[in-house]
């Protein structure tokens, strides 16, 4: 199978929130199976229906975690020296040519994204133009709201 990029941050994330899930959420659903098979009666209890429902849910998201983690490709872009080149886990500063303003966005996982967070996936087409860049690069991007010309302002690796 194909490793998956995946910042530090992202994975130290995953690791945590399956902590949480095994440690905190299974053991509580556990017991709450547990005290709605006391009410008697399964078929029509729904506090027990409600916590199996949970319980497959939470289930669930730790095989996936576990998946991604174990699929994952960590990249410690600190450890990397900075050439000035746009690689995953850079932190890119963007002039945009045609509204005139400034803009920052890490380049990171699938998984970690969050555009309100300025966190942009490796596969979005604004990353995609941008890896391989440096400082003074001009970048057009087609998105759906037509081409954006960009230049690459700065380049960091934090």
């Known amino acids: 199978m194909t490793k998956i990029p995946m910042t530090t941050r992202g994975a130290e994330l995953l690791r945590a929130e399956l902590k949480q899930l095994k440690t905190e959420d299974r053991p509580r659903i556990i017991q709450a199976i547990a005290e709605a098979r006391e009410h008697g009666d399964l078929k029509e209890n729904a506090e027990y229906h409600a916590a199996r429902e949970q319980q497959g849910f939470c289930e669930g998201r730790i095989q996936e975690i576990e998946a991604k983690l174990a699929n994952a490709q960590i990249i410690d872009v ?31 996982g699938d998984d970690e994204a969050n555009i309100k967070q300025n966190l942009i ?5 604004i990353a995609r133009a ?29």
């Open 121 to 125: 996936s490796v596969n979005s087409p």
């Open 130 to 158: 941008l890896i391989g860049k440096e400082v003074d690069d001009a970048v057009s991007v087609t998105t759906p709201g037509g081409v954006v010309e960009y230049e690459v302002v700065n380049v960091e690796y934090v």
């Open 78 to 108: 600190t450890k990397v020296p900075n050439q000035g080149k746009v690689i995953f886990g850079a932190t890119v500063t963007l002039y945009n040519v045609g509204d005139d303003k400034e803009v920052s966005y890490r380049i990171v």
